[in-house]
């Protein structure tokens, strides 16, 4: 997986990544090289952040 671009976006009080990606894999059957948006969700966890949720889509 190769980052294209990746932009911090607060969405009211959770903070959020979006990264575009070359991402090399098998997907249904298919080996490619996609181009895939990642919708990161943060929640918080301790002292820190951790990753809750994401959603990957083509761009």
């Known amino acids: 997986m190769e980052t294209v671009e990746a932009t911090f976006s ?3 009080t959770v903070p959020g990544l979006i990264a575009r990606t070359l991402t090399d ?3 249904w059957g298919a ?3 996609w ?3 990642l919708r990161s969700w ?3 966890h ?3 952040w951790v990753i809750a949720r994401t ?3 083509t761009w």
């Open 10 to 12: 607060p969405e009211g």
């Open 31 to 33: 080996r490619a090289t």
């Open 55 to 57: 959603v990957a889509s």
């Open 46 to 48: 301790g002292d820190g």
């Open 35 to 37: 181009r895939l948006t």
């Open 42 to 44: 943060f929640e918080p």
């Open 25 to 27: 894999a098998t997907i």
